[in-house]
C-alpha cells in the first residue's frame, strides 16, 4: 500500500509572490517620498509692443532725462538718430549703466521695452 504524500504546489509560487510583493511595497514608500512635479502655473499675460504705448512710457518715466521726448541732451543723451544697435538700446534699458541711468528690467515687461525701442526708433531731429 503507497501513503500519498501530500504535494506543496504553492510553495515554487511563493518566491515568487513574496518578491512581487517586496516589489510593490518598494515602488509604494518611492512614490510618497517623491513629491509630484507642481503643476505649470500658465505663463503670465502680456501686452504686445503693439498694445503699448511706447511714447507715453518713455515719456512718463525716460523723459525726466531725455529731454524733448529724447530729442535733446538733457541729463541723458540725445536719442533720436542714435546709431546704437537695437540690442544695445534694449540691454541698456534693462541693465542700466552704473552711475549714469537706472536699470528698468526689473519694472518694465519686455512688451514694454520693445515699445520704448520702438519709440527711440520713430525719433527725428527737431529742426
Known sequence: MSIPIPVNRAAPAAPIVAALALAFSIACVSAQQSPAPA?????????????????????????????SGGRTAGKGPKLSGTTRSDDFILNRIRNGKPGAMPAFGGSFSEGQIIAILAYIRTLEDTP
Not at 505663463?43 to 529731454?67: K, M, Q, R, Y
Request: with cysteine; proline share 14%.
Open 39 to 67: 503643476p505649470k502655473a500658465p505663463p503670465a499675460a502680456e501686452a504686445s509692443p503693439n498694445d503699448i504705448d511706447g511714447e507715453t512710457l518713455f515719456a512718463t518715466v525716460c523723459g525726466w532725462c531725455h529731454e
